[in-house]
C-alpha cells in the first residue's frame, strides 16, 4: 500500500488485491515487530515461563496412570504405600508450582501487553499531530477516533488474552503429544489422523474469519464516524431538523455493523461444533481401541485412563486457539487499519537539515508558485507576490479565488507544486519548522478553543506566558472585558470547545492568542466574520496598532476590515487583477470600486 494520504483514504476497502494483502500484512508485522523488539528480554522471560509451566501441566495424567498402575497395586497386594505418597505428593506440587508460574506468565503477559499499548497509543497521536492538512482535511476524525478507541482495544485483547490463548493451547498440544507418543504411540497416531480434518476446519475458519472481521472493523469505522460527525455538529443538525434522517442513516450503518458482527458469530458457531465432533471422534476411537487391547491382555486401565486424558487435553486447549483465531482477525483488521495511519509520511515534512531563522523580520515572497489540491484543478497558477516586511495586506474577490489557499501556502500548511515561499529570503521547506511556528501565525473563523482554562487557551503559543502578559494581550485585543466578567475570570474553564463565550468572544480569544504569540507574519482569514460591528471596530483599532510593525495578510469578505490595510490585493482564478493602496483603489474604476460602492449601498 502505498504510504500517501490516498493511500490511507482508501482504508475502507475490502477488496484487496492477493498482492495488497501480502503488503498489508508485511506492513503490520514490521509495526508489531517494532512494538516488540525493545520488550525482547521480557518477551524471552515470558516464553521460559510458559513452557515451564505447560511441562508441569503435563505431568498430571502420567502421574495419574502411573498411580493406578504402579502406586494401587503395591498397597493392595503390599501394604506399600511409599509409591503413592511419592506419586500424590508429587502430584500435588506440581499442580502448586503450575499454578504459580500461571500466575507469573500472566502478571508478565499482562506489563508487556500494557507496555505494547502505551507505546502504540503515543506513537499514534504523535504520528497523527506530525502529519499535514492534507491528511486531516481528507481522514475524517471519526476514523482517527475510531483508530484510537475500538482499534487499540481490540489489539489489547489479542494480546492480553487472545495470544494466552494461542501460547497455552499450542504449547500444551505440542507437550500432551509428545507425552502420548511416548505413553503409547498407537493412541498418538490416532490424534494425528484426526489432525486431519483439524487442519481442514482451521484452514477455512482462518480465511472466512479474516474477511467477516475485515469487514467489521470498516462497518465499526464508519459507525463510529457517523456518531461522532452527527455529535460535533449538534447545533446544524437541530438547526435544520436533521434528527430523522440522521436516525435512519445511524440506523443503516447499526444495522450494517450487526450484519458483519452475525457473519463472524455464524463462522465460528460452524467452526467450534466441528471441533468438538472431531474431538469427540478421537477421544471416541482412543476409548474403542483401548479397550479392545484391555481385552486382548495388552492394555491396561491405567494406561487407558492415561491416554484418554492426554486425548482430551489435546483437543481441550483447541477451543482457545480458536478464540484466539476469533480475536487474531479482528486485531489483524485493527492492527491494517493503525499500520495504515502510521505509514502515511506527511507531505509537509520537515528540513533534514534546517536553516535557522531565529529573528524573522516577515518579508514574504511567493516567486511563480503553482498549487492546485490532489489532481484536481490548479488553484494558483505561477502565481507571484512580494510582502515588504512590517506591510498590511488585504485579500479581497469572490470565493474560490484562491485567498485561503494563499494563506496556507504562506503558512505552510502545504507546499507548492511548483516555484517557492519565502520567508527573509529562506524558502519555507527548509526553515527549521519551531521557527516558522513562531514567525507565523494564522486566526481563522474557526476560533477552536481547547478544554482548560481562558487563560491557557491563550497562552497556547507561549505556555511559559505569565498571567501579566496575558492579561496584557486581551486588553490589547478588547477581550479583557468579558474575560473577567465570566464565573472565574481567566481562571474560567471555557468547557466543551468553548461553550461558555459566545462566537465573537471565542474569535476575541484567539485574536488575544495570536498577539501574544508575537509572530512577524500574522494572518487574518476571515478572522472577523465572528465579531458584531462594535466588537469589529474595536478589534480594528487594536489591530491598527498591533499591526504595526509586524506583516499582516487579512482575508476578510467585510471591506470595513480591509480598510486598516495598506494594501489591497484583489484575486480572481488565483491572479491578482487588482493591486494598490484601498483609498487608491476606491477612486477608480475597477473591481474592488464596484464592491466597495456594493457594500456601502448595503449599509444604507
Known amino acids: 500500500m502505498s504510504g500517501t494520504v490516498h493511500g490511507v483514504g482508501g482504508e475502507d476497502r475490502t477488496d484487496y488485491t492477493r498482492e495488497e494483502s501480502k503488503a498489508i ?90 507496555d505494547i499499548l502505551l507505546e502504540l497509543r503515543t506513537r499514534m497521536f504523535r504520528h497523527t499531530q506530525r502529519l499535514s492538512m492534507e491528511f486531516h482535511e481528507t481522514y475524517t476524525s471519526g476514523r482517527i477516533i475510531s483508530r484510537q478507541t475500538s482499534d487499540l482495544e481490540t489489539i489489547r485483547e489479542l494480546l492480553g488474552g487472545g495470544l494466552t490463548d494461542l501460547i497455552n493451547g499450542v504449547l500444551y498440544g505440542v507437550f500432551t503429544l509428545v507425552a502420548l507418543t511416548i505413553w503409547d504411540w498407537q493412541s498418538s497416531v490416532i490424534i494425528l489422523l484426526a489432525g486431519i480434518p483439524l487442519a481442514l476446519l482451521m484452514r477455512w475458519f482462518y480465511k472466512r474469519s479474516q474477511e467477516a472481521y475485515r469487514f467489521s472493523r470498516v462497518a465499526s469505522a464508519r459507525l463510529i464516524v457517523k456518531f461522532v460527525e452527527t455529535m460535533t455538529g449538534i447545533r446544524a443538525g437541530k438547526a435544520f431538523r436533521a434528527e430523522p434522517r440522521n436516525e435512519v442513516e445511524f440506523g443503516q450503518l447499526a444495522s450494517d455493523y450487526r450484519d458483519a458482527n452475525m457473519r463472524s458469530i455464524r463462522i465460528f458457531g460452524t467452526f467450534e461444533p466441528g471441533l468438538m465432533a472431531i474431538s469427540a471422534f478421537a477421544i471416541g476411537t482412543v476409548v474403542l481401541w483401548g479397550g479392545v487391547r484391555i481385552t486382548w491382555g495388552e492394555f491396561t486401565v491405567g494406561a487407558l485412563l492415561t491416554v ?28 491494517e ?87 527573509d529570503g529562506v524558502d519555507l521547506r527548509e526553515l527549521d519548522a519551531r521557527d516558522l511556528r513562531r514567525a507565523i501565525v494564522m486566526v481563522t ?122 494594501r489591497v490585493l484583489v484575486m480572481e482564478h488565483g491572479r491578482i487583477i487588482e493591486d494598490g493602496a484601498p483609498e487608491t483603489l476606491i477612486a477608480g474604476t475597477g473591481k474592488f470600486a464596484q464592491l466597495h460602492a456594493a457594500w456601502r449601498e448595503s449599509l444604507v
Open 25 to 114: 500484512r508485511r506492513r503490520s508485522l514490521r509495526l508489531l515487530g517494532s512494538l516488540i523488539a525493545p520488550l525482547k528480554a521480557r518477551v524471552a522471560v515470558v516464553a521460559i515461563v510458559v513452557v515451564a509451566q505447560t511441562a508441569l501441566r503435563v505431568l498430571g495424567p502420567a502421574l495419574l496412570g502411573l498411580g493406578l498402575n504402579e502406586a494401587l497395586p503395591a498397597v493392595r497386594d503390599g501394604g506399600d504405600w511409599t509409591l503413592a505418597w511419592v506419586v500424590g505428593v508429587t502430584y500435588v506440587v506440581t499442580a502448586v508450582l503450575g499454578a504459580a508460574l500461571l500466575m507469573w506468565y500472566d502478571v508478565l503477559v499482562a506489563r508487556v501487553t500494557q
Open 308 to 335: 484418554v486424558l492426554y486425548t482430551r487435553n489435546f483437543f481441550l486447549p483447541l477451543q482457545g486457539v480458536a478464540m484466539f483465531l476469533n480475536s487474531f482477525q479482528a486485531a489483524a483488521a485493527a492492527l
Open 337 to 423: 487499519k493503525v499500520s495504515g495511519v502510521l505509514e502515511v509520511e506527511p507531505t509537509v515534512p520537515d528540513p533534514t537539515h534546517p536553516t535557522p531563522l531565529p529573528d524573522a523580520r516577515g518579508h514574504v515572497v511567493l516567486d511563480e508558485v503553482t498549487f492546485g489540491y490532489g489532481a484536481g484543478r490548479t488553484i494558483l497558477p505561477e502565481f507571484t507576490l512580494d510582502i515588504p516586511a512590517g506591510q498590511t495586506v488585504a485579500l479581497v474577490g469572490t470565493t474560490g479565488a484562491g485567498k485561503s489557499t494563499l494563506a496556507k501556502l504562506v503558512s505552510r500548511f502545504y507546499d507548492p507544486t511548483e516555484g517557492r515561499v519565502m520567508l
Open 445 to 566: 473563523q474557526e476560533a477552536y478553543l481547547f478544554s482548560g482554562t481562558v487563560a491557557d487557551n491563550i497562552a497556547l503559543g507561549r505556555p511559559d506566558a505569565s498571567l501579566d502578559e496575558i492579561v496584557a494581550a486581551a486588553e490589547a485585543v478588547g477581550a479583557d472585558g468579558f474575560i473577567r466578567s465570566l464565573p472565574d475570570g481567566y481562571h474560567t474553564d471555557v468547557n466543551k470547545r468553548g461553550g461558555r463565550v459566545s462566537a465573537g468572544q471565542r474569535q476575541l480569544i484567539s485574536f488575544a492568542r495570536a498577539f501574544l504569540a508575537n509572530p512577524a507574519v500574522l494572518i487574518l482569514d476571515e478572522a472577523t466574520a465572528s465579531l458584531d460591528i462594535p466588537s469589529e471596530r474595536a478589534i480594528q483599532e487594536a489591530l491598527q496598532t498591533l499591526l504595526a510593525d509586524r506583516t499582516a495578510i487579512i482575508i476578510a469578505h467585510r471591506l470595513s476590515t480591509v480598510a486598516i490595510a495598506d
